[in-house]
């Protein structure tokens, strides 16, 4: 008898324990949480952080996440407004702002992924669809800044209606009027990446490098042209330069010519001796200047020549 009231004892005691322990919960300060009683929700959401209590076994605490949430969304393909397929990858910020209707439409994270994967593609698909690619991957109207003097060729950008950025706000504005009546609100939403689809990316590409090539082949011949002006000008210049120095040589060889002619005029004039000196040193140069070692002359006695060289 007294056995079977010792296993009562402990029995009642154990479910005590767990009636205390199960009938207290605690709300983080990142957390959200609302009561349910057989899977329907009762009472008010609990938003502040603490210690409350709960009728144990029969109850039930759906805690819900209170900071923002990440949505990252599918690269799909969508054409655009002008006919251009591209891959359009997205991702957006969300928040629980309201558990108890949460609960009811969504019941958890995993479901409201899914519910807002399903508004943002289908917003961003008719977003895309109503606008030009330009508009998608600009968001204002500027003027190119040229760096180099060949861009100065290129056509002016043209002006966009609407850009980017405000493509984003109506996206997010029309996906947050779907999502008005799940308790949750899209915070941001942003284009991650565009990019044309393989078919049209490889043909972009050929153009890229045949505009690029062209470019090149244009650089080329302006190199080559200025090439062949710069060799011109040397050659002018060094023309030029010869010309003059010839001119600078015959006037200081001809001043030289005069200055020995008149050294030798002097020298003739002033002595017999002087006059003899400078008749056989002309006649030596004139002779050095006819012959060579190969040269035979025949002189007659009455020859300048022959008087010189028999009677120096």
Request: no cysteine; net charge negative.
């Amino acid at each position: 008898m007294k056995r079977t009231v010792y296993i009562l004892l402990i029995v009642v005691t154990f479910i005590a324990m767990l009636a205390t322990f199960d009938s207290v919960y605690v709300v983080k300060e990142t957390e959200q949480a609302i009561l349910t009683q057989f899977g329907r929700p009762i009472g008010e959401p609990i938003t502040e952080p603490g210690i409350s209590m709960k009728m144990p076994f029969i109850q039930k605490v759906s805690y819900f996440d209170k900071r923002y949430l990440e949505w990252d969304g599918d690269a799909n393909q969508v054409p655009t407004k002008d006919k251009k397929f591209i891959f359009v990858d997205s991702y957006a910020r969300w928040q629980i702002v309201d558990p108890l209707q949460f609960f009811i439409r969504l019941n958890d994270e995993r479901g409201a992924q899914s519910r807002i994967s399903d508004i943002l593609d289908g917003e961003t698909r008719n977003a895309v669809a109503s606008h030009d690619l330009i508009e998608l991957v600009r968001s204002t109207n500027r003027t190119p800044e040229q760096t180099e003097e060949f861009l100065e060729e290129l056509d002016v950008l043209d002006d966009i209606a609407i850009g980017r950025d405000e493509i984003e706000k109506l996206v997010l504005q029309r996906a947050n009027q779907r999502t008005s009546d799940l308790g949750i609100r899209i915070l941001d939403f942003r284009f991650k990446r565009m990019n044309y689809v393989d078919e049209v990316r490889l043909s972009i590409n050929q153009r890229m490098i045949s505009e690029r090539n062209q470019i090149a082949d244009l650089f080329r011949s302006e190199g080559q042209g200025e090439a062949r002006r710069i060799e011109g000008d040397k050659e002018r210049e060094l023309a030029a330069i010869q010309s003059e120095a010839q001119r600078q040589a015959e006037e200081i060889r001809g001043r030289a010519d005069a200055e020995a002619t008149a050294i030798y005029a002097s020298a003739y004039n002033k002595s017999a001796t002087a006059r003899q000196l400078y008749s056989f040193i002309k006649g030596l140069e004139a002779l050095e200047a006819s012959m060579d070692k190969q040269t035979t002359i025949i002189l007659s006695t009455d020859s300048e020549l022959f008087k010189l060289l028999s009677n120096p």
